[in-house]
């Protein structure tokens, strides 16, 4: 906002157009989709979003059994609730980040894939209905550092290779 006039939009914008949008000065309408965000970023933050939501319901999980039940540990059962919980803004953060089209959201979301390859592996292991689990866990992981990795999200997030210059 223009403190001189009262007016939002920046030094040569008309009022309503912020600084941070550029103008059509040929009268135009912008081409469909032009700013439209890719398929394959919507769908990277809408795995780091699922795996954001389920580490949030396994910590309550674990929180409300710990409190509720007779858990062999209940500080351990309580202590690992909360840490679940905590964790999970990791991926949550990175999903919002991925879906407003930031470009520091890459990384958190890139960490959270890399953090959970072994957790699933962990799984996998298991003789009990943890095998499923973890096969789910390490698709989704692969899937997402797929999607978060390509050219087209990393053009649609802003990030630019090594060597390029910008603009």
Do not use: C, F
């Not at 319901?57 to 710990?66: F, I, K, S």
């Amino acid at each position: 906002m223009n403190l001189a006039t009262g007016r939002r939009g920046g030094a040569g914008y008309p009022a309503g157009v912020s600084s941070e949008q550029t103008p059509r000065t040929d009268g135009a309408a912008p081409a469909e989709g032009a700013d439209a965000r890719p398929a394959r970023l919507t769908a990277a933050a809408a795995l780091a979003g699922l795996e954001g939501l389920a580490l949030v319901a396994g910590g309550a999980w674990m929180l409300v059994g710990g409190l509720t039940g007779h858990p062999d540990d209940r500080t351990q059962a309580v202590t690992g609730g909360v840490t679940l919980i905590v964790l999970a803004l990791l991926p949550l953060i990175a999903a919002r980040g991925l879906l407003a089209r930031r470009g520091w959201s890459r990384g958190p979301a890139v960490i959270t894939q890399i953090m959970a390859l072994p957790v699933a592996y962990n799984l996998l292991q298991a003789d009990s209905v943890a095998i499923p689990a973890g096969i789910v866990l390490a698709v989704v992981a692969v899937a997402a550092l797929v999607l978060i990795v390509n050219p087209e999200t990393t053009r649609a997030l802003g990030i630019r290779g090594p060597g390029r210059p910008k603009g």
